[in-house]
């Protein structure tokens, strides 16, 4: 079992830290208390799908003997315009240099998406998640 723990530091500028101990920043903008010092917690959520899945994907083209040059995933969100705001659409944008088949980065996509990325995994039951990709020589 894992913990995280968040804790105030000033204004609305709050540290978190889970189990590997690293920190992570989290602020907001001045007309909401904050200092605009660090991610919002949003950002650091779609962060978290970028890094998942971003993992996801270079560990199993690894395994596939096609390992990228490079990996950017951009990541375009759309959210309610009522509060909560929750996410209902997300789209990931996979760029990859390198000698990757279409075939192998389409797999290892899908793989992360639908099972092995647990960021996407909790976001598939509340935000449409859909994908595309570039493979630049």
Known sequence: MGRTVVKLVEGMKFLAQGKSRHPVMMDTVPAFGGSDSAARPMEV???SLGGCTG??????LRKMKTEPKSL??????ER????PKILTKL?????????VSEANLKKAIDLSLTKFCPVANGLAG????????????
């Open 72 to 77: 950017k995933i951009e990541i375009e969100d």
């Open 45 to 47: 959520l779609l962060a």
């Open 126 to 137: 509340i935000a449409e998640i859909t994908s595309s990709y570039v493979i630049e020589p």
């Open 80 to 83: 309610a315009t009522q509060h």
């Open 91 to 99: 789209h990931l944008r996979y760029y990859v240099t390198g000698e």
């Open 55 to 60: 993992m996801d994907v270079v560990s199993i």
